[in-house]
């Protein structure tokens, strides 16, 4: 500050000599005011770009002493730290505690002895087993972790045995012809007949659902599919000549009926074998076949009414008389139509 207040003296002194000097007084006043502002503002000016200077090369210095990999060290790492569960703060806690245990007791010069604890009367715990109880120490998250069996989802597919599927597609089929669905009882019971080949079951749904169409064709084809598959015959041979019967297909109902054995036709087998051979123009073989009806029913009027028919054809009046006469006399199970009939021919033949 004192150069600065002499150089403002010499300033007023050179301004004094001036003035005083011829043409002094051409100077304008605004133009020494300016000077002065002039002259203040430039150490001021000069001594702020010092001070800049200054500044930077402190800084410099200071960063040029760090060396880079105290400066990266420096610099803290900012890591997410994972967040411990009640457990493992439990954990930790215990074994920092064990661990300051140890170290407070490896100071004291003792025999490498722990004091006793309060209460306690036994010897102490030497500091090797303290160790190696605070080494082996786990959090119980992981001995529990350890300790529990690993759950395990298992997905086992069960096969089904074959007749466990045969019954099944059975249900499958009976359930849904009672909900009257035929399209998905006839797929299921395809399916049986598939599997089971030698089953008689599924030729016998198959032709009943086809015979209840109104398709006999479709319900012999089942028929004769299974009984060329090995099915049984004593259960698809009725089915099949009942549904030649239908159709008036005589023939073809007598060749059915001979794949049975005699001793397996039962009555309906029977009577349709008669009625077969009668409308043949069997007229013998049928008193033969009624006769055995006959013999097995006796009280029904039908079979009588058969064989008088035929005898009547073959031209045995005396006996087809007898026989019109007891088919009425045991008549209840005959219509009014067929006892009208019956008495018609008697008295034709009388």
């Known amino acids: ?14 301004q004094l000599a001036a003035q005083s000097q011829p043409g002094a007084s051409q100077l304008l006043p605004s133009q020494s005011v300016v000077r002065r502002w002039w002259l203040l503002l430039l150490p001021v000016g000069i001594l702020v770009v010092l001070l800049w200077f200054w500044s930077q090369w402190s800084a410099g210095s200071q960063q040029a002493q ?11 790492t900012l890591t997410a730290e994972p967040e411990l569960s009640f457990e493992q703060n439990e954990a930790e806690l215990s074994l920092l505690v064990a661990t300051e245990a140890v170290i407070e007791s490896s100071k004291e010069p003792k025999s490498g002895l722990l004091p006793d604890p309060i209460g306690s ?18 959090p119980q998250h992981a001995v529990d972790a350890a300790e529990a069996p690993q759950a395990q989802l298992k997905i086992e597919r069960v096969e089904l045995s074959a007749v466990e599927q045969q019954q099944r597609l059975r249900q499958q089929a009976l359930e849904a012809e009672q909900a ?3 399209d998905a009882a006839r797929a299921a019971w395809q399916q049986l007949q598939a599997q089971a080949p030698q089953q008689p079951e599924a030729y016998q749904a198959l032709a009943r659902m086809a015979q209840q169409a109104g398709y006999e064709a479709g319900s012999q084809y089942w028929l004769q599919l299974g009984l060329a598959q ?19 297909l005589w023939a073809q109902a007598l060749q059915a009926l001979s794949q049975m054995h005699e001793s397996g036709l039962r009555t309906a087998e029977l009577a349709l074998r008669a009625t077969a051979w009668q409308q043949l123009g069997e007229h013998q073989a ?13 009280q029904q009027g039908r ?5 008088a028919i035929s005898s009547d054809a073959l031209g045995q009046r005396s006996m087809a008389v007898a026989q019109f006469q007891r088919s009425l006399q045991l ?7 067929t006892k009208e009939y019956i008495r018609q021919r008697l008295q034709e033949l009388n």
């Open 230 to 248: 090995g099915a049984d015959a004593s259960q698809l041979v009725p089915l099949l000549a009942a549904s030649y019967g239908r159709q008036q």
């Open 1 to 14: 500050m004192s150069v600065i207040n002499q150089m403002l003296k010499d300033l007023d002194q050179r």
């Open 303 to 307: 079979w009588w009414l058969g064989m």
């Open 121 to 138: 009367t036994g010897p102490a715990t030497p500091p090797q087993a303290v160790q190696a109880m605070v080494a082996e120490q786990k």
């Open 180 to 182: 009257g669905r035929p």
């Open 331 to 337: 008549g209840n199970d005959l219509n009014p139509a």
């Open 66 to 76: 760090l060396s880079p990999a105290a400066m990266a060290a420096a610099v803290p």
């Open 286 to 298: 049928a008193v033969v076949a009624f006769e055995q009806l006959a013999r097995l029913e006796p």
